[in-house]
């Protein structure tokens, strides 16, 4: 594997329309019959197989992000249906036919990225896309995908079923978001009337509904957890910034342990974290880097030049006198978040030094 997506093809048409989609795509490996080889494969980095397609589709289907398959639509629902698991882990899955009419999307339409993947590939063929997704076919809120984008997490994923239903079903559904990226409607038609979007669970609990979409990073108290999410999907949007300092060779245990209690104490998701931000002299920490690994978090760095330009409500003398700034940990957290004010400006725990920012707060 050395792209994302794989095309196979079963017949002569077929590796027609595969040679074209590897001209016209950069992230495919084709696939085809060694009977159909034209002598240049080698050159073009195409896999050529002896026979049949349906030994090689289970490696295909671990080892890539989608499968494009130019056969019969019911020849590849048999070749994939003892490998599903769930939409969260199952590739993209579409078919062409024979004579490049249509696009299907298959298998994870949303997750996945068939949906897309099908409307790019269709595009390539000048073919009809296919997808037969409710949320995609009325134009609607996709509950999966609301924000994925911008990196929201859906921390409840047992109830996207049931709440894509009422979505599609056009019942009332109630959007209450504290914080996050506000664009995520994708559509240029207003927002049905039926989902309705609050800034409070206050607001929000005024009017009756059938389910509710929650965007926050906040830790919900047992009582919005049972109004709100008995039927609803919770998301947590990247808004939450670290500001760190710590003592050289501060190991990665210590410094995730008090990440993780001063977000508990600060009733924030860990989910939500979207960086770390440190001074540029700690840029190579392991602890530090480790942690970051490990969570899929980036990691700022700022001079001491640039730390000086924030004010800040409890400079020391101390830290001045080894890194050059008053401060790390508070105006790290100001700088990367482009917040005005701390969530928690300062707490110190062993070795480690932490304040926390929302982002556009």
Partial sequence: ??????????????????????????????????????????????????????????KLFQSYQGIIGIVSLGAMVRMIAPLLKDKKTDPAVLVIDDRANYVVSVLSGHLGGANDLTKQVAGVLGAIPVITTASDVGETLAVDLLGREFGFEIENFAKVTQVSAAVVNEQRVHIIQEAGERNWWKYKKPLPSHLQVFETFESARKQLFDAALVITPRLLTQEEEDTFLANGVLYRPKVVV???????????????????????????SMMSVRNLATIDLKKDEPGLVEVCARHGWRLDTYTAAELNTIPIPNPSDTVYKYVGAYGVSEPCARLSSGASEWVVEKVKSGNVTISICLVNA
């Fill in 1 to 58: 594997m050395t792209n994302p997506y794989a095309v196979v093809a079963i017949t002569k048409h077929g590796v027609a329309i595969a040679r074209r989609l590897l001209d016209a795509l950069l992230q495919v490996d084709v696939f085809y019959p060694s009977k159909f080889a034209q002598g240049d494969e080698r050159e073009f980095g195409i896999h050529v197989f002896e026979g049949s397609v349906v030994q090689y589709v289970p």
């Fill in 242 to 268: 670290i500001g760190i300092g710590c003592n050289k060779g501060t190991s990665a245990l210590e410094i995730e342990q008090v990440i993780q209690t001063t977000l508990a104490e600060a009733e924030l």
